[in-house]
């Protein structure tokens, strides 16, 4: 699996050729990493795409639907095995979610994800 990497801001990178793009578990990483942090209705070609981070976060008692959102899009996500740990913590207005996940390239593969709202 390749995927095309991203700068500091989280943005796809461009104009390096093949340096713009990372393979393995890095790029089933940032695949994880992009639809996890995709808005619903924000990609024009997927409406449905993302987690409907507002009302999640939004609202009282929705952590665990939150939750069960990231945990579906992780385990969707292409090149995801299985998810081996996952949790999270609310303070304030930040989101934090840590997740660790086996690969089809038989390694395990560790990140975190911060939201704020």
């Known amino acids: 699996m390749i995927f095309r990497n991203l700068d500091s801001d989280g943005d796809w990178t ?4 093949k340096g713009n793009y990372v ?4 790029a089933i990483g940032l695949n994880i990493k992009t639809r996890i942090l995709s808005w ?9 795409a993302g987690i409907d981070w507002i009302n999640r976060l939004g609202r009282k008692d929705t952590r665990a639907i939150l939750e069960a959102d990231l945990r579906r899009i992780i385990l969707q996500s292409e090149g995801v ?5 996952f949790d999270s913590t609310l303070t304030g207005r930040n989101f934090t979610a840590n997740y660790s996940v086996n690969t089809i390239y038989s390694k395990e593969y560790q990140d975190s994800i911060t939201q704020r709202i």
């Open 40 to 48: 619903v209705n924000d990609c024009f070609f997927d409406l449905d």
């Open 23 to 26: 393979a393995d578990n890095t």
């Open 81 to 85: 095995t299985g998810i081996v740990s």
């Open 14 to 17: 461009f104009g390096i050729g």
